[in-house]
Structures are given as C-alpha cells and as structure tokens.
C-alpha cells in the first residue's frame, strides 16, 4: 500500500488522484476522501442511523483504490488515532 507524506503543497494529492483517474480509465473503481470524513462517518453510525460501523467500513473499502487524504492533519485525539488505524 504506497503512502504518500510530505509538506503541504508538494503535489501528494495531485498524484494520488492521477493514479485514480488511470485506474479509473482501466475500468477499476477509486474512491477520494478525507481522512476526517472518513471518522466522522463511521461516528455517525453511532448515533443509531441507518447503516452500521461495519458497512460504513465495508463501503469505504470496496473500491479497488482508496485515497485517504490529509491522514495526520485532523487528529485532535488519541481515540481519532485509534479510530483510522
């Protein structure tokens, strides 16, 4: 699983979404999203809503590539740690 880091402006994102729209011209599925909403979803399923924590995972793992983006920047916690990883 390559991993991208690196100071702001350095072009990570830009790379990461070109990888995805050749995997996408191929026929392959990729799937964009950042980190904190991928917490706050999982959080939302919590609250009692409609699907549970397991199909909000099921559903962000599914594509054939997932980007996970501004992984670090949203950590204000240590259960937001946990929580990613």
Same mark, same amino acid.
Not at 21 to 43: D, H, P
Not at 52 to 70: G, K, N, Q
């Given at each position: 699983?390559?991993? +991208? =880091?690196?100071?702001?402006?350095? %072009?990570?994102?830009?790379?990461?979404?070109?990888?995805?729209? $050749?995997? *996408?011209?191929? %026929?392959?599925?990729?799937?964009?999203?950042?980190? =904190?909403?991928?917490?706050?979803? #999982?959080? /939302?399923?919590?609250?009692?809503?409609?699907?549970?924590? *397991?199909?909000? #995972?099921? $559903? +962000?793992?599914?594509? /054939? *590539?997932? #980007?996970? /983006? $501004?992984? %670090?920047?949203? =950590? %204000?916690?240590?259960?937001?740690? #946990?929580? *990613? +990883?």
């Amino acid at each position: 699983m390559p991993c +991208f =880091y690196g100071n702001t402006g350095t %072009g990570k994102t830009h790379l990461a979404c070109a990888i995805a729209n $050749e995997l *996408l011209r191929q %026929g392959k599925s990729a799937l964009f999203v950042r980190a =904190y909403e991928v917490l706050r979803t #999982i959080r /939302d399923t919590w609250k009692g809503g409609e699907k549970t924590e *397991l199909a909000v #995972i099921r $559903e +962000f793992v599914a594509p /054939d *590539l997932l #980007i996970l /983006d $501004e992984v %670090g920047v949203q =950590y %204000g916690s240590e259960s937001e740690r #946990i929580e *990613l +990883f």
